[in-house]
């Protein structure tokens, strides 16, 4: 079992940037997957970026490319995602999810969840 808290969250202007971090629990979070995901109100869950394992690939909604970075750091089973220039369609509640096989774009890939952060971008 793993459990996932995601920190980080709050309000920023337009252009600002936040870095999110999930803590997880477990001693075999270094060898699982993370991805980060975001719910806006009234739209469904999407995928925002992923990691490995081992760091060697990233995965990343295109919107996203260039302006969000996923890491980790498995010796602090800890997942980022530092997010520069952002906008208000930013705006939503981040997800951590762990764990899992098959794609990294969908949810269904993802055994473990945090509560999520709420990201409120103003313009």
């Known amino acids: 079992q793993v459990q996932l808290v995601e920190s980080g969250g709050g309000l920023v202007q337009a252009g600002g940037s936040l870095r999110l971090s999930c803590a997880a629990s477990g001693r075999t979070f270094s060898s699982y997957r993370c991805g980060w995901f975001r719910q806006a109100p009234g739209k469904e869950r999407e995928f925002i970026a992923a990691?490995?394992?081992?760091?060697?690939?990233?995965y990343y909604k295109d919107p996203v490319k260039g302006r969000f970075t996923i890491s980790r750091n498995n010796a602090k089973n800890t997942v980022y995602l530092q997010m520069n220039s952002l906008k208000p369609e930013d705006t939503a509640v981040y997800y951590c999810?762990?764990?899992?096989?098959?794609?990294?774009?969908?949810?269904?890939?993802?055994?473990?969840w945090g509560q999520g952060t709420q990201v409120t971008v103003s313009s």
């Open positions: 999810a762990a764990a899992g096989s098959g794609s990294y774009y969908s949810a269904l890939g993802y055994d473990y």
């Open positions: 990691i490995s394992w081992n760091s060697i690939s990233t």
